[in-house]
Structures are given as C-alpha cells and as structure tokens.
C-alpha cells in the first residue's frame, strides 16, 4: 500500500494541474469505485459538475482534493492510481472514474483518471469538519511532515503502552502515514527492534526514531517515492526510485549496510520485518 511518500509524490502531481479547474463532467465504470458514496453515481457526478478544485490535502496515506465545502477522497488502496491524460487518449485498463475539466485558455485540455487494478478502495464525495479535514479522516493522527505534529506528545503515548514499537508505528491513529516499508528503514536507523515494547523505550528514543521516520520519508520523497511494480506511478505513470536506496526492506540475506551482518526476513502481522540481528537486537522475553 502506498505510504506518506507515494500519496504526498501524487499529491503534488495533482495540484501541480487541476487547483482552479472546473469539473466540466465525471464518469464512472462500474459499482465498486463509488462503495463509499452512498447516494450513488448519479448524485456523485451531479454534485461535482461545475464545482472548482481548489486544493489537494493529504493527511498520512490519504488524499482528497477540495470541492467548495466538500471533500473528493480518493483511496489510492493496494494499487490505486491518479493519472493525467490529454482528451480523447485511449482508455487505460482498469479506469474506473474520468474527470473531464472545462476549456481553460490558459492550460492544455486535460483530464484526470482513477485507475486501479484491484478496486479495493474507491472515491467519495464528502464533507469536511471545521478544521477542514474530511470527515471520514478525522479520526486519522497528524502525520510528521504536518506543521502541528507533536513528536512528544505521540512518544508519551508509545512510552504508556507495552505493544512492540513497529505496531504502534503502523497504527495510524497514533501517527500517521508510516507503513511497512518506511518503520523497518525508520527502526533500522535507530538501530531498534520493531518487536520492543513501547513502554521499554525513553521518550527521547522514541521522539528520535519518529525524526528518523520523517527524515527517511523526506529521502524517498526526493525520489519519487518506492516502486516495486507497476501499480504505484506518479500522474505522469513514473515509478519511484528509492527502492535502490533502502537499507533493510526487501534485502533478505544481503550485508547490512552499516556492520555487514545478513539482513534477516522475519513475519509480522501478515507480513515481513526487515532488520539487523547485530544492529536491532530483539528484545528479550519477560517472565
């Protein structure tokens, strides 16, 4: 699933060509993209024409693009994808959702298409609370590159509970938009095991990694973000490069970067952990 990075790189995209386009017309294919927009197709489409987009926002992992009072959220899921495309292009494979914008003199014709292989998630139409933030996102926790983030704050709250410190990472109510891949790279910088109690870390451990978190975050950003297949591209369908520069994701077996000692896989939660034996000690079992 796309992290901070990936959504921020197609954030940016976006608002670098639609902010102050007019929806002229939407369309979209099939049910499933709109499983989230209750009133259906229609209203969606009706609700949308002629409205302007006047911003594109991100709070960890999600996107939307501001419609007057209301939000467009996009859930990009495992394998969604915004693309930009000239009118009249060839459909590509899997569109589910086309916005067409009306003629502006002072821009190329363009349109914007929702993409996505699997259709796990979707768009919706929605409102926004008083801080403008869409309301099905509320409950989401400030993310390290949003100006309000409190490090202190979210590492008192690791500090007073006794799950592994790579869960809380992940749990994006406690901090937001750091996946998978970006807490093993953060961990590996800090040189801490994800399976270490978050009540046996200091405060000023955990306000470190949480930097290291944001500064990794800002690396892959430089580079457009981590690819590893086809289904994460920027709007222009470029893959992201910092794949090249991880230095404990997906490197099962290879020499740890910094002491030399074979990168070791171990499960998690459905999935993989990538660390160090000799650098991230795992923690010891307490009676």
Known sequence: ?????????????????????????????????????APGPADFADRLT???????????????????????VVHLGMSGQLLLAPPGAPDPKHLHARFTFAPDATREPLELHFVDQRTFRGLALVERNADGIPLPVAHIARDPFDPEFDPLAVARRIVGRASGIKRQLLDQTIVSGIGNIYADEALWRARIHGERPGERLTKP??????????????????????????LYVN??????????SLQAYGREGQPCRRCGTPIRREH??????????HCQKRPQTTR
């Open 1 to 37: 699933m796309p992290e901070l990075p990936e959504v921020e790189v197609v954030r940016r995209g976006v608002a670098a060509h639609v902010l102050g386009r007019e929806i002229a017309a939407t369309t979209t294919f099939g049910a499933r993209v709109l499983r989230r927009h």
């Open 50 to 72: 002629g409205r302007v987009i006047t911003e594109a926002r991100r709070r960890g992992k999600y996107l939307w693009l501001v419609v007057g009072d209301d939000a467009l």
């Open 205 to 230: 451990a955990v306000v470190r990694l949480l930097d290291h978190a944001r500064t990794v975050m800002t690396d892959a950003l430089g580079e457009g973000g981590t690819s590893f297949d086809s």
């Open 235 to 244: 709007v222009n369908g470029e893959s992201g490069y910092f794949s090249r």
């Open 268 to 277: 998690f939660m459905n999935r993989s952990s990538y660390s160090c034996p």
